[in-house]
């Protein structure tokens, strides 16, 4: 009976570890790319410099932003499991790529394009994000969390670029890039898809077993 | 009925309708859905196509003036970036200088030391001249374009590049300017080259930079053939002062003066870069491409079910992208010009139209029922779906809009873009895809029924085999519909992690492949680098995209971009233009009008050509954005002006090479004097052809690694993976079920137990685990000891025997009308074994091989029945016909079909033993006189169980025996009714038995023992079967005794057709799509199980009150037995699900599709399935939770349950093929016992023991 709890402890946990690693990796990557997308496109970049812009930011932004990724991912079907409501609409791989890409798009958006001015760009990118959550997520819980994501990311970027940490390149209004907090729910909302999914892989996998 | 629901319904009428409509007239739609995208797609041809060469743009020097920056009412003439000042003007002054006359004194480096040391003076001629009229006092400082810091990345470059102040590079550079650094400097050349780029580079390199001139221009090297430099002073300027440039012109003209220079010095050239792409651009766009291509993987593959997978993944994809092109082609048609980067926005617009709706179609299609007809299944599943899709569609338009209003025009061109894809690909769903989804279906019905005609007809109509087991009644309708996937065989097949690597490998043979790519990016990087220049070449086809390409194009693009300018020039620049552009290797050759003598070869003459005019053309396009960029300075989407070069020309005599010369320098050795190939003609000739051999000699190694590579890896990985020698050598490919790796699983150390004895097929089989019971077509009973396989005891078939010349004629029945025409056919063939069976005696094996050797011999006589059988078994009401006289009587008809055959029968008959002729006649004769038939034929046994120590027999005439297993003696017989005992059950002490006209009987077996006692050990057993041990627990005197308990009289409607007990429960299935569920105790029914569309087929109960049930319209449903509720229903198969078996967690089906699926237990989802050979049998069994084993053609299959992965294969004999496994029956022991022809295989799994300790 023991061996038996502990051995499905440890596939329990063997199985987390994988999804926080998954999900960390893909945190990272998102971080990167994500962060070339926002490097001004002035610049001709020459092959060599690559790498070094795709480091061009501090290294622990990258690391950070994978750490939070394992973490929201692992949340978002914990919360689903312990409010009892399955998250049963659109599982599928093919929606979550669809999400991923939407949400790259979403980044792509509000570093490419020009607005007229922030609070234009604020709205059309919250419109967005909205809209992103509602095509592929439109579970309470999801919103909920991916608004209380948004809500602490956004004052813990605060507190490091007001501790001078961290600088923006140019601060909008308020000091805070007015499309922060519309990045971090769309992503919140990513992260928690891709995490849902490989749950479900997990369990089908160990019903499978 | 509310609004929404009269839409709803018209919508899935029209449709349905549209549904018929595609799939009635397939070709004329697709036409036109391809007539409708190609003419959407026209517009497109006027769009230019994308490329990242810069465009060109030609002034005259003379009255230029700084373009406005507002666009000027003109814009056919000027292109619109000709806005606003350049970034730079870029000022070249072009230096050929050369040492002459040439001495023999001389060694290679005099040939450039001296001239390239000119340039010191040259430069501080240029940074000290002043131009001073009456708008004051001018000097390039004030003009040029100061530069600040180079970027923090190149840093290693900052001896090299001006810093602070003016962008003015020349070859000076290398030396920091300062000629004392120049003079001391030992080794030119490698100063020089010490900054190149190693390898491959697509970029400007720094020698180009500072030279101004291609490379190759330079002369700089040891072995110039013409010792001629050249080299420029490039210098940008900031502000546009035609005065200092022209008197900067003036002066270095007078100081060095070009004799016959021609150039003319009119034209300044404007250069548009357009934006770049770099590599930090590329990778997210190539990241959203790979998403892209992930959702499209992961959408397609849920495509299931069809004929063609890749080819509905490949109309799902073009249906997506030309949908987008039409889009694009609409808006382009309606005025809207594009102005967003398709490229980048290309995976957005994609995944927002997405391809879950062709997704969602195929799936509706696909499961509709498979009988219907094509059109109506594409109409059906098209209406299923109407709803979804347009609510769906207009979720998305709705979407869509809200974007458009967030009024940035980006987004909503990408909105617009993306409603008329969104439109266009409705359309094309409606019209493209739902067409070719009916062509493929219709494709793969039809071979559906080309692939199972030949299986069943090329049977040989006499051969035993080919009777269908009763489990499995024949089915009502026609082979057609029972459809199986095309073999992408094992797909869903799970294999270890270790072996999938290995078999991707071996399948995708990658190592060769990678081989392959590797040797041929390697022979493209050799030619790209090679001199020969393919890299220039490259560089200038993509600048030459730009309307003023290189001199065959200029002519063209100047003239209409001169409309106000000089004019005389532009008809001067006409007519002189050589239609061939200059080469390379002949500078001194000149184009102009001075040609030279190519007869003086030693004296070095400068000329200058209409080439040296624009010497930038040559330099890589990158050229200019580069030197900006290393100041960070961007050219995309700006603009730079070229400003006429200013030739210098130097004449230097060999004096004063001698003078500048290093000490060192004479350590160069003179080059090897070539005579012949001294003039520039021959030098040119002669670098062509070294160029030649290099190639010639890079692709010959290239070859030769290939060839090595490719000896090396088949010696390595040989081609027949693992097929180890000779065993396999007999067995067909195609046999092996896990060919698709091309690995055939290893010889099994399992060798199977084959139990010999029966004469024909064996008919039915049971085991309680000790013992093992088999009735063979001949009627024939036999026991055998399920652990050593010996034969215990044999109850010959004595009814039969007693009237064999009479036939069974009355006693077929009308619902196995198959089986029993065979079963008349082979009856003659019966009394002949069993004569031969009785004989034996202690060496009856071989003599009863024999016999059976000698059987097709005895059919010879025999007409072909085969067209007789009718199999419409719908039209024929079920037998509750009277009894002992069939409903329908055979009897004219056989006979004629005898009286056809005589004739040729007796004349090709050579009878090899004494019997058969006056058997057939007998035979012949019996058949018309005697319709009824005496009573004590038994009839064949149809169902077959055995528990403890009894068999319980059901015969075809309704008879239930009950036999004791040791003795072969007959215990106790039943006759209550005469219709034929489909199924029986026996649990306990009550046996049940299902009738053929759906009746259903328990009877008690009474004993003065508890039947509980009566276990008979099988390991108790001495061995032969001729030692017989006594029954262990009863003697033969106990009274048996079997009583009709209850008969159930209408338990069902039609024939039952399966019956499983187990839990106390008896579980019925009948054709008439029911499933009864009975308590043994009382006999009372518990539930009707209704959800089946079809005849029942398989049932599975276990202890654990599971029920799962399968049917012939591929349903299996899952039950709760103490409710009688449905827990789930999933389709699975197409054509009836033949055998079903549960595992603790998971549900197996096996159906005719020859498709094994394994299903979660508590959630009904599909994990995997398994696709096996055509007719390999459907026969399943699972020996532990994690093991399957199937029965195939010859052969079993043991499985991995939780990976989905072949274990093993154990072939049952020799003459394997054609042979397929119809029952498997898993004892307790984790042996398997499966029929196998007439013989019984018992096998052992070791492995699996050990697994189960």
């Not at chain 2, 030098?683 to 690694?705: M, P």
């Not at chain 2, 092996?736 to 010889?747: E, Q």
Request: charged share 15%; hydrophobic share 40%; glycine share 8%.
């Amino acid at each position: 009976m023991m061996t038996l709890v502990s051995a499905v402890l440890s596939g329990v946990y063997l199985s987390l570890f994988r999804r926080g690693l998954v999900l960390f990796a893909v945190g990272v990557l998102l971080a990167l790319v994500l962060n070339l997308l926002q490097v001004q496109r002035n610049v001709t970049l020459f092959p060599d410099q690559v790498v070094a812009t795709l480091f061009s930011s501090a290294w622990w932004v990258p690391l950070c932003c994978g750490s939070a990724a394992a973490v929201v991912g692992l949340l978002y079907p914990f919360i689903d499991r312990h409010l009892g409501e399955p998250h049963k609409f659109k599982r599928e791989w093919a929606s979550v790529m669809r999400c991923i890409a939407v949400f790259v798009g979403i980044n792509h958006a509000s570093a490419k394009l020009d607005f007229a001015n922030n609070i234009q760009l604020s709205l059309t990118l919250a419109a967005l994000s909205l809209g992103l959550w509602w095509t592929f997520d439109r579970s309470r819980s999801g919103f909920g969390l991916g608004v209380t994501i948004a809500f602490l990311a956004t004052i813990v970027t605060q507190v490091l670029v007001y501790n001078g940490i961290y600088q923006y390149t140019s601060p909008d209004f308020l000091y805070v890039r007015s499309w922060l907090p519309c990045i971090f729910f769309s992503g919140g909302v990513t992260v928690g898809n891709i995490g849902r999914q490989l749950a479900m892989v997990n369990v089908e996998k160990s019903h499978n077993d | 009925m509310t609004v929404r629901e009269k839409l709803r319904e018209k919508i899935s009428a029209g449709f349905y309708w549209h549904g018929l409509l595609c799939a009635s007239y397939p070709v004329p739609i697709i036409l036109f859905t391809a007539v409708c995208i190609l003419t959407c797609c026209y517009p497109l041809l006027k769009l230019p196509l994308p490329g990242t060469g810069p465009v060109e743009f030609t002034t005259g020097v003379r009255d230029y003036m700084v373009p406005p920056q507002e666009p000027s009412g003109d814009p056919g003439e000027r292109p619109d970036w000709y806005r606003g000042p350049p970034v730079a003007y870029i000022q070249q002054v072009l230096v050929k200088a050369a040492v002459s006359p040439w001495d023999s004194k001389l060694v290679p480096v005099d040939a450039f030391r001296s001239p390239l040391g000119r340039v010191f003076a040259l430069l501080d001629e240029i940074r000290n001249h002043v131009h001073s009229d009456s708008s004051g006092v001018r000097s390039l400082e004030a003009l040029c374009l100061h530069v600040t810091d180079l970027l923090p990345g190149l840093r290693r470059m900052q001896a090299l590049l001006p810093e602070h102040g003016c962008l003015l590079v020349s070859p000076g550079n290398y030396w920091q300017n300062q000629r004392e650094r120049f003079d001391s400097d030992p080794d030119l050349l490698k100063t020089v080259q010490q900054h190149e780029p190693k390898g491959l580079h697509t970029s400007a390199t720094l020698k180009d930079l500072l030279f101004g001139v291609h490379s190759k221009q330079t002369g700089v090297s040891l072995n110039s053939r013409n010792r001629m430099v050249t080299y420029s002073v490039t210098m940008a300027l900031r502000r546009y002062d035609a005065r200092f440039l022209g008197s900067l012109r003036l002066r270095l003209k007078q100081l060095h003066p070009s004799a016959n220079c021609t150039l003319r010095e009119e034209h300044m050239v404007h250069v548009h870069f357009k934006e770049e792409i770099g590599v930090a651009e590329l990778i997210p766009l190539v990241t959203t491409y790979i998403i892209l291509f992930a959702y499209i993987y992961f959408s397609t593959r849920k495509i299931d079910m069809v004929k063609s997978k890749w080819g509905l993944a490949l109309a799902a994809v073009v249906t997506v992208l030309s949908s987008l092109l039409m889009s694009v082609g609409l808006c382009t048609l309606f005025g809207l010009t594009p102005t967003l980067n398709g490229g980048e926005i290309f995976p957005y617009l994609v995944v927002v139209i997405g391809l879950e709706n062709v997704l969602v179609l195929t799936k509706s299609v696909v499961s509709t029922p498979v009988d219907l007809e094509v059109k109506l299944r594409i109409a059906q599943g098209l209406s299923n779906e109407s709803w979804s899709i347009m609510k769906n569609m207009a979720t998305e338009l709705g979407i869509i809009l809200i974007g458009y209003f967030t009024l940035v025009p980006a987004i909503q061109e990408f909105c617009l873009f993306a409603v008329v894809g969104l439109v266009s690909d409705f359309f094309l769903q409606m019209l493209f895809f739902t067409t070719v989804l009916s062509i493929d279906i219709r494709r793969m019905e039809l071979a559906d029924l080309n692939r199972r005609l030949p299986a069943e007809a090329g049977m040989p109509p006499t051969k035993p085999g080919s009777l269908r087991p009763r489990e499995t009644p024949p089915p009502p309708r026609h082979s057609a519909h029972t459809i199986t996937l095309q073999t992408p065989a094992f797909r869903n097949l799970r294999l270890p992690k270790r072996l999938r690597v290995v078999y991707f490998l071996a399948r995708t043979r990658l190592a060769q492949r990678i081989i392959m790519a590797g040797t041929v990016i390697w022979i493209g990087i050799l030619v790209y680098t090679d001199p020969a220049g393919l890299g220039t070449y490259l560089a200038a086809q993509v600048s030459e995209q730009s309307p003023l390409g290189e001199a065959g194009l200029a002519p063209l693009a100047v003239a209409p971009v001169f409309p106000h300018g000089d004019p005389t020039s532009t008809l001067n620049v006409l007519p002189p233009a050589d239609p061939t552009p200059a080469l390379a290797e002949n500078l001194s050759q000149g184009h102009g009008p001075q040609e030279l003598d190519p007869a003086a070869p030693l004296v070095p003459q400068i000329s200058w050509g209409p080439e040296d005019e624009e010497g930038w053309r040559r330099l890589s396009y990158r050229h200019w954005p580069s030197l900006f960029s290393y100041y960070n300075i961007t050219l995309a989407k700006r603009y730079i002006s070229i400003l006429p070069v200013i030739p210098v020309t130097f004449h230097l005599t060999p004096q004063e090479a001698l003078e500048t010369r290093h000490p060192q320098d004479t350590r160069h050795a003179p080059p090897p004097h070539t005579g012949p190939a001294s003039n520039s003609h021959g030098a040119a000739l002669q670098t062509d052809l070294t160029l030649y051999k290099v190639a010639a000699l890079g692709l010959a190694t290239g070859v030769f690694l290939v060839l090595l590579l490719f000896c090396l890896y088949r010696l390595l990985c040989p081609r027949n993976y693992g097929q180890n020698g000779v065993q396999h050598g007999r067995r067909h490919r195609r046999d092996l079920p896990c060919d698709d790796y091309g690995y055939s699983p290893p010889v099994s150390e399992i060798s199977p137990l084959l139990l010999r004895g029966h004469s024909m097929d064996i008919e039915c089989l049971a085991s309680d685990g000790m013992l093992l019971a088999s009735c063979c077509l001949a009627g024939q009973i036999r026991v055998w000891d399920a652990q050593t396989g010996d034969c215990l005891t044999v109850i010959p078939n004595n009814g039969l025997r007693r009237c064999s010349s009479s036939g069974g004629w009355e006693h077929r029945d009308g619902w196995d009308v198959g089986g029993a025409a065979e079963l008349e056919a082979l009856s003659g063939a019966d009394g002949e074994d069993e004569g031969g069976g009785l004989l034996g005696g202690g060496e009856g094996y071989p003599l009863r091989r024999r016999v059976a050797l000698s059987r097709p011999t005895l059919f010879r006589d025999q007409p072909d029945l085969t067209p007789l059988i009718d199999t419409s078994f719908g039209q024929q009401p079920p037998s509750q016909a009277p009894p002992s006289s069939s409903g329908f009587d055979f009897g004219g008809l056989v006979e004629r079909a005898y009286l056809e055959h005589e004739p040729s029968a007796s004349l090709a008959y050579t009878p090899p033993l004494p019997q058969p002729p006056p058997q057939s006649t007998q035979r012949r004769r019996s058949l018309g006189d005697q319709p009824t038939a005496p009573p004590d034929w038994d009839g064949a046994v149809w169902a077959l169980e055995l528990r403890g120590n009894l068999i319980a027999a059901g015969r075809s005439s309704g008879k239930l025996e009950l036999w004791d297993a040791a003795e072969g003696s007959l215990r106790c017989s039943n006759e209550d009714s005469v219709s034929g005992i489909t199924a029986l059950a026996f649990l306990n002490n009550r046996i049940v038995a299902a009738r053929l006209n759906g009746s259903l009987d328990f009877f008690t077996v009474d004993i003065n023992k508890p039947l509980g006692l009566l276990q008979y050990r099988g390991e108790s057993t001495g061995g032969g079967r001729g030692s017989m041990p006594p029954s262990p627990c009863y003697s033969s005197d106990d009274v048996i005794s079997c009583q009709l308990t209850r008969s159930v009289q209408c338990a069902h409607q039609k024939p039952i057709t399966v019956l499983r007990a187990a839990a106390g429960r008896v579980v019925t299935g009948s054709q008439d799509h029911t499933v009864r569920v009975y308590r043994l105790e009382d006999s009372c029914c518990l539930f009707t199980l209704q959800g089946h569309s079809g005849g029942i087929t398989a049932i599975y109960i276990d202890q654990t009150m599971v029920l799962a049930s399968g049917g012939q319209d591929g349903a299996i449903c899952l039950w709760d037995v103490l409710t009688g509720s449905r827990v789930s229903h999933v389709y699975g198969h197409r054509g009836d699900v033949t055998s079903l078996v549960c595992t603790t967690s998971c549900v197996i089906s096996s159906g005719l599709d020859d498709l094994i699926c394994i299903w979660d237990r508590s959630t009904g989802i599909k994990l995997y399935s398994i696709q096996q050979e055509v007719g390999c049998g459907a026969s399943l069994g699972v020996i532990s939770d994690s093991l399957l084993v199937t029965g195939g053609q010859g052969c079993v299959s043991f499985w991995d349950l939780n990976f989905g992965d072949l274990l093993q294969t154990v072939y049952l004999g020799a003459s394997s093929e054609g042979q397929a496994v119809r029952q498997l029956i898993v004892l307790d022991n984790a042996a398997i016992v499966c029929d196998f022809g007439s013989e019984l295989s018992l096998v052992y799994v070791p492995s699996v023991l050990e697994k189960l300790d």
